[in-house]
């Protein structure tokens, strides 16, 4: 340093050809832990100058001072062993750059420049190094906490790591701040706890102490870290809120139902009994009955199921909750009523099945109780009867047999409602058709169908004039057969019939058939071959009955004219009444195709007759 000392004497001693300098650095800067920054150094000179040389220096808490970096004209240099010699570089405009901040490096760094005649300056900048800490996690306390503890109950603990500078913890209930209180108490206190790592970082805890009520049972709790980062900006992260297991006595019992508050037999009803205390109890169940309570069953969750409740359901039912920690004042039995609606069986008078002959009255009631006044009616199908308990039938026919219902219900009691079947059987000989069913078939052979329904009761038993036997179906109105068989002439001769028969006696259709080739071709209409029915053919019947009837009259007019009541043309004046005309001396000569002189009546003799005579 003594060259250095003596270019301050020089100076002193030739003060017109001294100079200055003059350092400019920035005065604070801010980075982020593993971010670069630059601080720049720049200086003015006046007056002489020579072998410019700009020096950087660290400065720790004490004041001491070590190099890190220099450059002049020819070289420059970075020392060794300062902590800076791999992060460091010194730019040509002599801007120090260091290319990963650590915690370490907040503190002064000095630009120090000198310039031989002209003097030397330095300046001094301050880095302030920020680096945000992990999100905070919370250890609640996992035991079960007690509402009668006396001093505040330990709630949990909030942690947060490798912040800086040293971040902040505070407490929250239920969305709402706590106080920060770091004195022990009665009511709640924190215990904080802040701890350097090696890494220059700060790891920050705290433990919340609160005193617990009943009110608490629900509450949610969360910490929250604060800290500080470049700007002036302060920033904050939220941990997981979380609840506590808080044990507290019983204070109250409710005891409800759990559905509809109108019950109908057939319901399953729930009672529902429910202790304010934690945590839950059990729970006994009772029905009272004249001088007791009788024990139903023991529930952990509460809940009394009576399943398809009937009226004799009805009544007062107890819960009592198994709360031993409760003061004595603590009401821990509750008790409820319920009324079950109810609709007795319906009752038939006379009973069902009920008989009756053909042709009788019968009449049938229907009764019942409940809760309230019920309706009823009586149905056949979907035809309504009867708007009261009585069901009166006149005059039974077979078709009068079947089953009626009897409907009743409570309109007041949406689905309270019970039906009772009355079967009736009409008794008698059997009944069918009787008339003759005409059935006309093309040819021999033929196929029909024929079908015989009788109705009757006991049912009735059909059976056909053919070998053929076939099958019977039953219905509530009766029984029915249908045949099918071939045209044959012995059919047509005797017909087919059916015989309907029971204890009370027997009923016969008869069918006619018929042979009628048909006169033309009838039209096709469709590929379906279909089988001629019973009673069908009328049509053609009809023809033929027409056309034997004319062949009637025609010979009856003729047995007329050949007894001589008939006169024919002139002959009518003749006295006819004293002639003598044996019926052998009549011949009749009917011919077609002859010529009009040969086509008259011949008298007795063979003489023609004369052309007034002819008919």
Known sequence: ?????????????????????????????????????????????????SNV??????????????????????????????GYSDRVTMDNDYT???????????????????????????GKSELKVYDAPEHPEVTSNRATLSVTEQHPSEIGTCTSRNGYPAPSIVWYKDGEILPTVTNHNENMYMIPRVVKEASGLYTVSNNLYYKLSKVDKDSEYHCQVRYQMMNGKQRSKDSEKFKI????????????????????????????????????????????????????????DGILVLSSVTKEDSGTYLCEALDFDSPIQVELKKNITIYVNYLDPLELTPKSPVTVQLGDDIEVSCSTRGSATPKIMWKKNKDHLSHSGTLSLKKVTYKSSGTYVCEANIPSIRGLAKTQQLKVFVEGKPSMEDDVSEVTVSKEGDKVTLTCVASGHPSPKITWNVEKRPPVTSSENGVSSKLSVAVT???????????????????????????????????????????????????????????????????????????????CGKAEKKDVVHSEVKSDDIVVEMKTGQSPETSGLLGPNGEKRPAGDRC
């Open 1 to 49: 340093m003594n060259w250095l000392a003596g270019l301050l004497m020089l100076a002193t001693a030739f003060p017109g050809t001294a100079g200055s300098v003059e350092v400019s650095v920035p005065e604070r800067l801010e980075s982020e832990v593993g971010s670069p920054v630059r601080i720049p150094c720049t200086h003015t000179i006046t007056g002489p100058r």
């Open 96 to 122: 120090l750059a260091i290319s990963r901040v650590e915690v370490m490096d907040e503190r002064a760094f000095l630009c120090q420049v000198i310039a031989g005649a002209a003097g030397s300056q330095e």
């Open 489 to 567: 002439a012995r059919m047509v001769q005797s017909g087919v019939t059916c015989n309907a028969t029971n204890k009370y006696g027997w009923a016969l259709r008869s069918f006619q058939l018929a042979i009628v080739p048909p006169t033309t071709e009838p039209p096709v209409t469709s590929g379906e071959n279909r089988e001629p029915q019973g009673g069908g053919g009328g049509a053609v019947i009809a023809v033929v009955v027409c056309v034997l009837l004319l062949l009637l009259i025609v010979a009856c007019l003729f047995c007329l004219h050949k007894k001589g009541k008939l006169p």
């Open 53 to 82: 040389m700009v020096e950087w220096f660290i400065m720790d808490k004490n004041g001491k001072r070590q190099r890190i970096a220099y450059k002049d004209a020819t070289s420059s240099m970075l020392d060794p062993d300062t």
């Open 245 to 300: 297991s808080l044990h507290y006595h019983t204070e109250a019992v409710t005891f409800n139902l759990g559905t509809s508050a109108t019950i109908k037999e057939g319901d399953d009803v729930r009672l529902h009994c429910s202790a304010d205390g934690f945590p839950p109890v059990d729970y006994i169940f009772y029905r009272a009955e004249a001088d007791d309570e009788r024990e139903l069953e023991t529930s952990q």
